[in-house]
């Protein structure tokens, strides 16, 4: 089982430019979330996917959506890039059913210049 | 409002015993986790609790105290590789896996 595998693992965009990152989840898991985690703060939560639809969202701008594929693999789609949107972006991956853990990918290392 | 808070950093001498201690405030409450993640790797599932009480997994154990807002994450026998970031993490809403994450408290572990 490969786990959460996410592409690339870094990337460096200038300032203006627009970026997507991407997530496969874990094999028999069908949610998919994304969250930005700033250096030295804990992950932020930026949306979540379920049946290829935005479920919920968390406190961000428009610049950042998404899209879920119908074998769940995900992608963070990020507009006119700041330099403040510099940060480990990582996806998480579960199973709708049941109250488990989430798995979270190894993150896409994200510089904008 | 969504908070949570925990230590930024603490110190430990390997062999020992140490408690990360947790408070949240958030609109929702379905479950409480902990994470390890160390420097440049995803975040990695310790424990979770969902009832108030202990659950004990190993080295590491993890207390729930809904009414209080309050849990902590206990480290038995440190050792130098448990020195990494512990994620507290409350999973809001009744579906799904969005958490609300606190800061991470860095744990460095001395020998």
């Known amino acids: 089982d490969a786990g959460v595998t996410q592409s690339p693992t870094h990337l460096i965009k200038t300032r203006g430019q627009q970026v997507t990152l991407r997530c496969s989840p874990k094999s028999g898991h069908d949610t998919v979330s994304w969250y930005q985690q700033a250096l030295g703060q804990g992950p932020q939560f930026i949306f979540q996917y379920y049946e290829e639809e935005e479920r919920q969202r968390g406190n961000f701008p428009d610049r950042f959506s998404g899209h879920q594929f119908p074998n769940y693999s995900s992608e963070l789609n990020v507009n006119a890039l700041l330099l403040g949107d510099s940060a480990l972006y990582l996806c998480?991956?579960?199973?709708?059913?049941?109250?488990?853990?989430?798995?979270f990918g190894q993150g896409t290392r994200l510089t904008v210049v | 409002g969504q908070n949570i808070d925990q230590p930024t950093e603490m110190t430990a001498t390997e062999g020992a015993i140490v408690q990360i201690n947790c408070t949240y405030q958030t609109s929702g409450f379905n479950g409480l986790f902990w994470y390890q993640q160390h420097a440049g790797e995803a975040p990695t599932f310790l424990s979770y609790n969902v009832l108030d009480g202990l659950e004990e997994k190993g080295r590491f154990s993890s207390f729930l105290s809904r009414s209080k807002g309050y849990s902590y994450l206990l480290l038995k026998e440190l050792q130098m590789k448990d020195s990494a970031s512990y994620l507290c993490a409350v999973r809001d809403g009744d579906y799904g896996q969005n958490f609300v994450f606190g800061p991470g408290t860095r744990l460095s572990v001395l020998p």
């Open positions: 998480a991956s579960s199973r709708e059913q049941g109250l488990t853990e989430a798995f």
